[in-house]
């Protein structure tokens, strides 16, 4: 069986943890505890980027990173298909890119605070990074309206998103600001799969 490496509190590798949940791919889930000042020898020796999500074939190839490991557990199983064919696969896979960009300002705006000795931290940096967020929340607050209840590579990476920011960034609610998401994001919260991943 492929084996995960992951951390229960990264969005990226509940990202697939969900869509594998979906396509109904089983994995093996080996946690993995690493920061980008102590890597993890286990997830260094199979991805010379030491991150996680990195996924180990049953042949010993390793795939990262998520979006790399997302499509891969696309293709194991015909239905649901979760990158479309078409035209609206590049929407897809650019909401895709989109909620992952958001995520990578969230941890460099993190990894600012938790991680860099307090007298090298760079309040400008942390802004730079807080403005990406902003303009992504409110770029998916317009495009919420037209979500439905697509469940795709793109959605469910929006909802692996605005968890994050749940999770680590409580004291910047970004809710009020964004009903049409909010409310988006409530009823897709629910699903079984977002449900059995939310990190605590
Ligand atoms: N682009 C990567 C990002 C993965 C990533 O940054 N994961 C974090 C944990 S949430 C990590 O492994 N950080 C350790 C590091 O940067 O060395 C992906 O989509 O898989």
Redesign the pocket.
């Known amino acids: 069986m492929p084996k995960l490496f992951y951390?229960p509190?990264?969005?990226?590798?509940r990202k697939v943890r969900v869509v594998a949940a979906e396509k109904g791919v089983a994995l093996e889930v080996v946690n993995a505890p690493?920061?980008?000042i102590a890597?993890n020898a286990d997830v260094a020796a199979a991805n010379p980027?030491?991150?996680?999500?990195t996924l180990l074939l049953d042949d010993g190839t390793a795939l990262?990173?998520?979006?790399v490991i997302t499509a891969w557990l696309d293709a194991q199983a015909p239905s649901p298909r979760l990158i479309p064919d078409g035209i609206a696969r590049w929407a897809v896979l650019t909401q895709e890119a989109l909620a992952?960009g958001l995520l990578?300002a969230a941890?460099l705006h993190r990894y600012e605070h938790i991680l860099r000795p307090e007298d090298k931290r760079w309040d400008g940096w942390a802004a730079g990074q807080w403005a990406k967020i902003t303009a992504t929340l409110e770029a998916l607050e317009h495009a919420a309206a037209k979500f439905g209840a697509r469940a795709d590579v793109g959605t469910i990476a929006v909802g692996c998103a605005l968890g994050y920011l749940d999770f680590r960034f409580a004291d910047k609610p970004w809710r009020a600001a964004h009903p049409h998401l909010a409310a988006w994001f409530e009823a897709f919260a629910a699903r079984p799969s977002m449900a059995s991943t939310k990190p605590d």
């Open positions: 951390s509190a990264s969005p990226y590798a690493l920061s980008p890597r980027l030491g991150k996680v999500p990262y990173d998520s979006r992952d990578d941890l």
